[in-house]
């Protein structure tokens, strides 16, 4: 048996065997469906550069100055090409896996960093978007969730509920989490005997810090990754590879189990 399958059979019999198994994703997740990463040597940082890290507070110096750059498209040339992948994005063969493994609760949860929303596209009900949904609109001040139809073709009006200024939902460098998603994120692994980390470099938190939480709490860690991360020396199985192409191989020797 190679290395491969030895590691497949070993994760999926981790899997199989969790009580409460939680998974987490990261860009990688969504390659197949033609989102673009962000590190890496094809990542949108590696072409374009890296963003400045105060977008957030640039934001709130002035919203209408923001929000007109973004109706007449003269934002960053990552962020353009960002949003245009994530508009023609469809979930793929991964996205449907996990849907079908929480359908047979298999796997509780899922915590992704990605804003791309293909999660829920897929089905999936237990969802944490820690890092926002570039489909809504959400108040600053309260947190309320609007949803809208691109292209915005004006400046939204402040929130009817607080009068807050209202921005995307994903989160901009240097904005706070809000605390109820935090919480809801420290909630799901509260408890998790297993982690499968998906297609995620390990290294913005305090979205990364989770997988440490978790293994501090007696959790194993399966992670999914072409490359090895932050992450990979404190995992119980390590598996290289595209997250569609080994979730497959997995959700097939899941089935075997299950017979």
Known sequence: MNDLNNKIEI???LITESKKVIVMTGAGISV???VPTFQGTEGLWA???KPKMNAYSEFL?????WWDREINHQRSPYVLELRNAIENSRPNEGHKILQSLENKKIINSIITQNIDGLHI????KSVCEIHGNRNFLRCVSCHNKLTFTPPITEQPSNCKLCDGVIKYDSVMFGEPIPKKILDNARSMISGADLIIAIGTSSSVRPAAGLSWIA???GSKIIEINTN???????????????????LKKIYCEIKKVMK
């Open 215 to 217: 293994k501090s709490e």
């Open 32 to 34: 197949d469906s033609g």
């Open 11 to 13: 994760a999926s019999k």
């Open 121 to 124: 596209d897929a089905g999936n």
């Open 61 to 65: 110096k002035n919203p209408n100055e």
């Open 228 to 246: 090895e991360t932050k992450l990979t020396n404190e995992c119980d199985v390590v598996i290289k590879g595209s997250a569609t192409n080994i």
């Open 47 to 49: 072409r374009f550069g």
